[in-house]
């Protein structure tokens, strides 16, 4: 597949100067990054790291001092390019005296939409992000989450091929980051590009693909958000509750195979977010009056699904096509590896004694540990029969 | 187009909910209504009445709709780069330059309707104040007869009681005020009947009919055909420097000389010695042949002054119009009139010839008064002397007036959105408070100029820099007497449609073009976004 980048940067720069022309803030420094058809791209690093400014000059709201960029294969400052971006500042910067459905259709009309298309997407937008009900509200009287809902909603009423979205979940409650990673997963499902800047990391970690960390301005790392964070050389296992005699003999196994007493036991917590989320839940379910968000609604119908065959057609720019690159690890990242070997020595221990393999040990021997906490019990009795076994023998 | 029709929609919209429109509507309402509660004298004629009214009506509005469009065309731009709105606006595909054009096109859309709200309620205000409903019938009648004053104040609920009023008979020349006790009441219908003449009621039915005639109408202007006195004032310096006459000194300023010589003429021609006469020209009277009838009243407007006389001694005066041979003849009835005020004498429009042109006589009849020798009249330049003849409706003076005021209140916005562009918002309201100075202050500019260009200037010796910089910046800035229809519409003058399309021209789409197309160049390179590291 021709994977061009929508989004590409080469030596980016911006220095903020004085009255006297002096450089005073080097915001941005020689800044390499491209973004590609169909992934989300995280874009994180501290307060002050230069991932506003490097948005904004992706909008052409700042111009850099060096370097160049490119969208769809043009400059940021081309009004056809923006035509096709959905973007979310970092603050919602809405007219206090305008009310949801005519901020929305002040938006609407900049794109040019006929009064149909407008009515429809405005409405299909106010009940996804839960605000239909307050839709004659002025947004001066919206709280500061409400008011980043109609922002979201307004980033999306041209179903942009390209959502840049600024610290999305600044002063959302907990129902609300979860809505929008929610909808960022399903935007990319559907084929949508997506530049997401925070400096959230659990709300990146969960949708983004790739990222690319700034400190100062400049890339301290950047790739494929697994190859970052996989630390192959920690192995982790989650079962239900075992008794202290098992967890003794995993020790023992663990301690005879791999020459370790370094094992932690713990007891894992349900994560706050879905807790929270599901007692707001329970309360919707209940009906229980409330002036502020109501449950949202699904995926706006209209927000359509983009391949990354119809964006990159769409490209104007020719050119060959740019292979995704190697992910750049910084220095200070510890090296990978180590893990899979360790599971394969307990299965290897299971295997061994026996000849016949029953079907449970076909299983997968490790899963990936799912949020409900639900685990593959075929691996839990893998490893105590073997255990048992030996103890037989 | 329709991008700009939205961000033009939309600044109304933020005008309406920000109230700042509101605001200026009460005060519009107010000065429009309210005024003639205010204004309300005692003793004031209904044309004087009207004419006030209109002339501390539509001088407010100016203002205050300029001020209007000031303030929104400095805030709304300067508001959506100060809490960032711009960033969203920016980020969708609209161009700068539609952005810019569309805020200016908002702020005069409510500049337009709040002129048309604020026309009609004039206009209607007006009406009001002519038809005599709200005037009541005072009478102050404040006149000089030979040797005295009459002096009369009384408030009537009609005509018929003028001779129950009583009045002051004062010997005294400076009347009452002068806090002697010359004066005796007297009631009007007991007055002695040789001054009855000097009795003025302003309520009388021929007061309406001098409004209708004077102020609620479109009247055009026919200069005095002066000869050529630059030449004849050379030829007499040539003649006076040949002679000897002239000194060292006078030699060395030879055009103040002839300037002095050409004043000299120009007094001389509008100057009449008593028991003598002058013949006048006016030309270019624009009636057309079928309306040049017997019933079509013109009106010859002069202000003079008797010399050696005091400023409101009254002199006998003779008018003749017109001559046997391509026009009729008019003589208009004989009369005494107070020097230095503004007098109109009528005369019928057969006098004027098909040509255009109008021929008077005026004799200066003082000597006839017993025991004066007579003064010489001379007539005061410019205004002094001019015929005046109906061209037009009121209505469409009004409206007229109106579109010169737009033309400034368009010009102001555009000046007030270029500001925005590039500096915040208290800055941007003290540049466009220096263009309105600027703009009043053009002639006090060139005279200091001229000044300058001897060398003794305070330009000193940039003078050569700044002379051409400083008139480019006038013709740049137009001067605000230029457009001001105001007192020839209060006037009773034509403000003519030529001139509404040269300032439209100049005013809209030469200046305020320049100026938008500034701005949006200045916004096209400007980063809307700030230091945010």
Request: aromatic residues 8%; hydrophobic residues 45%; charged residues 20%.
């Amino acid at each position: 597949m021709d994977r061009r980048p929508i989004v590409k940067t080469i030596g980016l720069t911006k220095v903020f100067k004085d009255f006297w022309m002096r450089d005073r803030v080097v915001a941005v420094a020689d800044l390499n990054f491209e973004v590609y058809p169909g992934e989300v791209f995280g874009l994180l690093g501290p307060n002050g790291s230069g991932k506003s400014t490097t948005i904004k000059m992706l909008l052409g709201l700042l111009y850099p001092t060096r370097g160049r960029i490119s969208v769809f294969g043009r400059p940021p400052t081309d009004v056809a390019v923006k035509s096709r971006i959905g973007y979310l500042p970092e603050e919602s910067y809405l007219y206090r005296f305008l009310n949801a459905k005519e901020t929305l259709n002040l938006y609407g009309r900049l794109f040019e939409q006929s009064g149909a298309v407008r009515g429809s997407r405005i409405s299909k937008l106010l009940e996804m992000v839960g605000l239909q009900h307050q839709a004659r509200r002025r947004m001066g009287e919206y709280s500061k989450g409400m008011a980043r809902r109609i922002g979201l909603a307004q980033a999306l009423i041209n179903d942009p091929d390209f959502l840049i979205l600024d610290e999305p979940t600044t002063g959302m409650d907990p129902i609300g980051t979860a809505q929008i990673k929610e909808l960022i997963r399903e935007l990319a499902k559907r084929g949508k590009t997506i530049l997401l800047s925070s400096h959230l990391l659990s709300d990146v970690q969960d949708v983004c693909d790739r990222v690319t960390i700034l400190y100062g301005g400049q890339v301290r790392a950047s790739g494929a958000l697994d190859d970052l964070l996989s630390q192959k050389q920690v192995t982790q296992i989650v079962t239900p509750r075992l008794s202290s005699p098992t967890i003794d003999e995993i020790r023992e196994v663990i301690r005879r195979r791999e020459n370790s007493d370094d094992m932690e036991v713990s007891h894992p917590t349900e994560r706050l977010e879905h807790y929270f989320v599901r007692i707001v839940e329970e309360a919707q379910a209940a009906s229980i009056a409330t002036s502020g968000v109501q449950a949202g609604g699904a995926l706006a119908d209209f927000l359509s699904e983009s391949s990354g065959e119809q964006v990159i057609e769409s490209l104007i720019e020719a050119g060959k096509p740019s292979p995704i690159p190697e992910p750049v690890v910084a220095s200070n990242v510890p090296a990978t590896g180590g893990g899979r070997e360790v599971l394969d020595d307990l299965l290897e221990d299971r295997r061994s004694p026996s000849d016949s393999m029953d079907s449970k040990s076909q299983a997968p021997a490790v899963r990936e540990v799912s949020s409900s906490g639900e685990v593959d019990r075929s691996v839990i009795d893998s490893l105590l029969g073997g255990a048992e076994e030996k103890r037989g023998e | 187009m329709s991008k700009v029709w939205t961000i033009a929609v939309h600044t109304v919209r933020e005008a309406v909910r920000m109230k700042l429109v509101l605001a200026f509507a009460v005060l519009i309402v107010v000065l429009a209504l309210g005024l003639p509660l205010m204004q309300r004298q005692p003793g004031a004629s209904i044309t004087m009445t009207v004419q006030a009214y209109l002339s501390w009506a539509l001088w407010p509005l100016g203002f205050v709709l300029s001020a209007l469009a000031m303030f929104m065309g400095c805030l709304s731009i300067s508001n959506d780069l100060y809490y960032r709105q711009i960033h969203l606006l920016v980020a969708k595909p609209i161009s700068r330059w539609q952005y810019v054009v569309g805020k200016w096109l908002g702020v005069v859309l409510v500049l337009t309707v709040m002129l048309i709200a604020a026309g009609v309620m004039i206009y209607g205000m007006g009406r009001f104040l002519a038809s005599g409903a709200y005037h009541t019938t005072w009478v102050s009648v404040r006149e000089m007869y030979d040797g005295g004053f009459l002096l009369a104040d009384a408030d009537l609920s009609s005509l018929e009681e003028k001779k129950e009023s009583t009045a002051l008979i004062c010997n005294d020349r400076l009347g009452p005020r002068s806090g002697s006790d010359s004066c005796q009441s007297a009631k009007l219908s007991e007055l002695p009947e040789h001054l009855d003449s000097y009795v003025h009621v302003y309520d009388h039915p021929e007061d309406y009919t001098k409004l209708r005639n004077e102020i609620l109408t479109a009247r055009a202007t026919s200069s005095l055909v002066m000869p050529n006195f630059v030449a004849q004032a050379n030829a007499m310096f040539d003649q006076k420097k040949d002679q000897g006459l002239l000194s060292e000194r006078e030699l060395q300023t030879p055009d103040k000389i002839k300037q002095e010589i050409f004043a000299l003429l120009q007094g001389s021609f509008r100057s009449i010695p008593p028991a003598n006469y002058a013949e006048y020209t006016f030309d270019k009277i624009m009636i057309p042949p079928d309306e040049r009838k017997p019933d079509r009243v013109l009106q010859l407007r002069f202000k003079a002054k008797g010399m050696g006389y005091a400023s409101d001694e009254a002199l006998q005066m003779g008018w003749v119009f017109g001559n046997s041979v391509n026009a009729e003849e008019y003589v208009a009835p004989l009369r005494k009139y107070v020097m230095e005020r503004y007098h109109v004498v009528r005369f019928p429009a057969t006098c004027v010839a098909p040509d255009g042109t109008l021929n008077v006589r005026v004799y200066n009849l003082d000597y006839l008064r017993q025991g004066h020798k007579g003064a010489t009249i001379a007539f005061d330049a410019g205004e002094g002397l001019e015929v005046l003849y109906v061209i037009g409706t009121f209505e469409g003076n009004l409206v007229r007036t109106m579109f010169l005021i737009w033309c400034r209140l368009v010009l102001i916005a555009g000046v007030a959105v270029f500001a925005a562009t590039f500096v915040s918002f208290p800055v941007a309201c003290l540049l466009v408070f220096l263009f309105f100075i600027l703009s009043s202050s053009g002639d006090f500019v060139s005279s200091a100029l001229e000044f300058g260009v001897k060398g003794k200037g305070p330009l000193g010796p940039v003078q050569f820099v700044a002379e051409p910089l400083l008139k480019a910046v006038f013709w740049i800035i137009p001067q605000s007497k230029t457009y001001n229809g105001v007192p020839t519409f209060v006037d009773g003058r034509n403000v003519s449609l030529n001139w509404d399309m040269m300032i439209f021209g100049k005013l809209v789409m030469l200046v305020t073009t320049m100026f938008l197309m500034g701005g949006c160049l200045i916004f096209q390179k400007r980063q809307v976004a700030e230091l945010s590291v």
